[in-house]
């Protein structure tokens, strides 16, 4: 197999980038499979902030990047910066610093906030003022203003052996599965992967959901088997979950790679067929409309050809692990685009609570990405486990404002912000 990506990549490197993306479009995918729900972002509230003593000057005019602008600003722009509880990102904030404490200039900020221990609020507060620049992040166009969405950590209910109850599986990546990362023959395609299985001499697209659930996808890869057709679906969705056993045990899966096929939403094809209302196309709608239409749930799974494969993960890790490789915090940690937001940075998010004008304004980390979270100002809120995380996670749509926070001596000049 080790072979055959050698000569796979023997054979892209011989070829000018544009060629290669003309080739693989349908086949490069992002990490995660979330959907993009269709909404109309509603008005941010703005609140006022005092401004802090030890605010850095901003410069005179905003930094282009490809796709994105970085505005360095005060503190005292934050809304609501000073309301916060920032004390509460700090936990989150020593889990990127395991990521990223050994580069600079991560390094020496992370070895501050270790010193620190546990601050109080204050303290906390005063840290980030004295370590981080604030970046207002735009598109390049010179939008502020994008959109906020919500995912979480689900429950299932599964078995390590199939059933008439159990007869979903959750699959393992396949052996057959080829990652090539198209950077390693293209440095300027960063981001870009192609993902297939070699058939004979060529390398072909990947089975798509339909094809992989009528067996063509080699098995023994099965992690366990589920009771319920859409829960599966959104574990693939949110991208990681925890499942019950009928054993009794409780087991957490993760995401680990997926089949390379372009993701679409169900939600917009119930939409577009006129099955569901659009204010209705949140995940608690889509289940409800399966729960009443079984012997259609087949047909409008398969819409979306995009597949999630999983790995069982450690039961004593605090929370899922996010795309920087760390546990995610319940509502501190955030989903957003690699491309313009460095993975692990604190992150200010300027929103509201779902269906409410009551400001949600509070700082968080960038810990993870997902496949729907296009764009600069982008975001995906994580909310935890269990029900009444994945009640806000379903209704949050909202407008969204956003900060990046970059330690000093942070490379922002003409290029992509990189980690």
């Not at 099965?222 to 319920?228: L, N, P």
């Not at 089949?259 to 608690?284: C, K, T």
Request: net charge positive; glycine share 10%; proline share 10%.
């Amino acid at each position: 197999m080790n072979d055959r990506r050698g000569k796979l990549h023997a054979l892209l490197s011989q070829l000018p980038p544009c060629a290669v993306l003309l080739l693989v479009t349908a086949c490069a995918a992002p990490p995660l499979s979330r959907p993009t729900p269709p909404a109309t972002p509603v008005a941010v509230p703005a609140v006022k902030t005092v401004p802090s003593s030890t605010d850095p000057a901003p410069p005179a005019a905003p930094v282009s990047t490809s796709g994105a602008t970085f505005r360095a600003v005060s503190f005292s722009e934050l809304p609501g910066w000073t309301l916060d509880n920032v004390q509460e990102s700090w936990a989150a904030l020593l889990a990127s610093c395991v990521s990223l404490g050994t580069r600079e200039p991560w390094s020496a900020t992370c070895a501050s906030a270790r010193r620190l221990g546990i601050p109080g609020t204050d303290v906390a507060r005063l840290f980030f003022e004295q370590h981080f620049t604030p970046y207002q992040i735009a598109s390049s166009e010179g939008g502020s203003q994008g959109l906020i969405t919500g995912y979480y950590e689900p429950m299932l209910q599964g078995s390590r052996k199939p059933s008439a109850k159990y007869r979903h599986a959750v699959y393992g990546v396949p052996e057959d599965l080829i990652v090539v990362e198209l950077a390693d023959v293209h440095p300027e395609l960063r981001n870009v992967r192609v993902r297939g299985r070699i058939e004979g001499r060529k390398l072909m697209p990947y089975p798509d959901r339909a094809q992989i659930e009528s067996g063509q996808a080699p098995r023994g890869r099965e992690i366990v088997w589920v009771d319920d057709a859409i829960d599966l679906f959104f574990l693939q969705i949110q991208g990681s979950g925890r499942i019950v056993l009928d054993s009794g045990e409780t087991i957490r899966v993760g995401y680990a790679d997926q089949n390379g096929r372009p993701y679409r939403s169900i939600g917009r094809v119930l939409v577009d067929r006129g099955d569901l209302p659009l204010e209705q196309a949140s995940m608690q709608g889509i289940k409800a409309w399966a729960r009443r239409n079984p012997e259609q749930l087949n047909d409008l799974l398969n819409s979306n050809p995009s597949y999630v494969f999983f790995r069982e993960l450690p039961a004593r890790l605090n929370g899922p692990l996010g795309a920087l490789g760390v546990p995610l915090t319940a509502g501190r940690s955030i989903a957003i685009d690699p491309r313009h937001v460095p993975l692990g940075a604190p992150v200010f998010v300027a929103t509201t609570w779902p269906n409410s004008p009551k400001p949600l304004n509070r700082l968080m980390l960038a810990q993870d990405t997902g496949g729907a979270i296009r764009g600069a100002v982008r975001a995906d809120f994580f909310w935890g486990y269990g029900d009444a995380a994945g009640r806000e996670a379903g209704r949050m749509k909202q407008a969204l404002r956003m900060w990046v926070l970059l330690p000093h001596g942070y490379p922002v000049p003409g290029g992509v912000a990189h980690q």
